[in-house]
């Protein structure tokens, strides 16, 4: 099937084009901290002459304990990012999950994206798509590749063209994910930019008891293997101090890691994509 690309301002999501990124933090904990990160991403990538998007989440909706560190009240965050936007010129990556978000979130972001958890809400599908924006659905862990075409299918009923799918691993056993790196191909056929996460991928479901773990380790390895399937970008959180991040610190990267793991997925997306007629 021919691949469609997404264009987001100066970033072109397309599973035959260079790699584009979507980075950031897990969640802002606070409006000075996620700043400061932002700025340094941007810095970092201009460095590199590599396409991004910053991604934003003003909410975790999912957190295992309702003890947890969730985020920041909806309007200040929004009000906070759109200002942060503009400063630093950069498409921004918003998570939305309520369909009442929609519409609200897309006054200031570039791509409205439905977490994992939430992609067979067919509400929550529909308001995305009926704000024009461009839609990031990350494939739930719970769903074959094959069954994301469904998600597809909702998002064009309503007239979405700005579709982008997102592998972030499969449930397998208990408190474990695998990536099966066969979902690339599989979701590519549907004809949309395809992602691979790859710190969500190495997560730990509820391995920490009232919180996640993860396996930092194996981030590296799974994004070099997913770079060389010809995918449209790389999705990843990244923190100055995992250690002490207020959510999903196991499984985010090292900001000081971002600069030489970007470089080298670049070289071996090139890579990849210059080799023809390989089938």
Known sequence: ?????????????????????IAGPCVIETTRSYAAQAAALK????????????KASFDKANRTSHRSFRGLDMELALDFLKD??????????????????AG?????????????????QTDLLFACADTGRAVNVKKGQFLSP???ENIVRKLESRGAKDIMLTERGSSFGYGN?????????????????????CTHSVQRPGALGAATGGDRRFIVPLAKAAAAQKLAGI????????????????????????????????????????ISGIK
């Open 1 to 21: 099937m021919k691949q469609k690309a997404v264009k987001v301002k100066n970033a072109v999501f397309s599973n035959d084009g260079p790699l584009v990124y």
């Open 177 to 197: 994910l695998v990536v099966d790196m066969r979902s690339f191909e599989i979701m590519k056929e549907f004809g949309y930019p395809v992602i691979f996460d």
């Open 235 to 274: 999705f990843f959180e990244a923190h100055p101090h995992p250690e002490k991040a207020l959510s999903d610190g196991p499984n985010s990267l090292r900001m000081d890691a971002v600069k030489p793991l970007v470089s080298a997925l670049n070289r071996m997306d090139k890579l990849a994509k210059d």
């Open 84 to 101: 942060l936007k503009n400063r630093l010129d950069v498409p921004l990556l918003v998570d939305v999950h309520e369909p009442a978000q």
């Open 104 to 120: 609200r979130v897309a006054e200031v972001a570039d791509i409205l994206q439905i977490p994992a958890f939430m992609c067979r």
């Open 146 to 148: 094959w069954e994301a």
């Open 43 to 54: 810095k970092l990538f201009a460095e590199l002459r590599t396409p991004f998007v910053l």
